[in-house]
C-alpha cells in the first residue's frame, strides 16, 4: 500500500509544544520532498514547511520561522515536524504530502498526501 500517516496531534495551551510525525508505507521516503500544510476552519490550506529529497534543505513560512523544525529519519521512513511555541493562530488540521514539487509551496505539485491530524491550540 502507498501510504501515509500523520499522528501527534492533540490539545495543547500557548507556549507549550508537539512534535508531529508523517511515516510513509509503500515507497521510500528519501526519494521525495516532504512538505507539511495545514488548514483552519474557514481558511485556505497553506503551506508550513518542506525538506528536500536531494540536500535536506528546509523551508519555512514566515509565520512559524523559529518556532518550527522539519526533519527527516530516513532509517525509520519518517519526518518530523518540532512545534515550539505554539500559538493559537497555529491552531489547524495539519497535513504531510510527499511529491518532486517545482516549488515547495505548490501543494498540488505533491503525489502523496496523509489524512490529516488536528492540532488545537488554546488556553
Known amino acids: 500500500q502507498v501510504q501515509l500517516v500523520e499522528s501527534g496531534g492533540g490539545l495543547v495551551q500557548p507556549g507549550e509544544s508537539l512534535r508531529l510525525s508523517c511515516a510513509a508505507s509503500?515507497?521510500?521516503?528519501?526519494?521525495?520532498?516532504i512538505g507539511w500544510f495545514r488548514q483552519a476552519p474557514g481558511k485556505e490550506r497553506e503551506g508550513v514547511s518542506c525538506?528536500?529529497?536531494?540536500?535536506?534543505?528546509?523551508y519555512y513560512a514566515d509565520s512559524v520561522k523559529g518556532r518550527f523544525t522539519i526533519s527527516r529519519d530516513n532509517a525509520k521512513n519518517t519526518v518530523y515536524l518540532q512545534m515550539n511555541s505554539l500559538k493559537p493562530e497555529d491552531t489547524a488540521v495539519y497535513y504531510c504530502?510527499?511529491?518532486?514539487?517545482?516549488?515547495?509551496?505548490?501543494?498540488?505539485?505533491?503525489?502523496?498526501w496523509g489524512q490529516g491530524t488536528q492540532v488545537t491550540v488554546s488556553s
Open positions: 504530502a510527499a511529491g518532486w514539487p517545482t516549488l515547495w509551496l505548490q501543494q498540488y505539485e505533491y503525489d502523496y
Open positions: 509503500g515507497f521510500t521516503l528519501d526519494y521525495y520532498a
Open positions: 525538506i528536500s529529497s536531494s540536500d535536506g534543505s528546509t
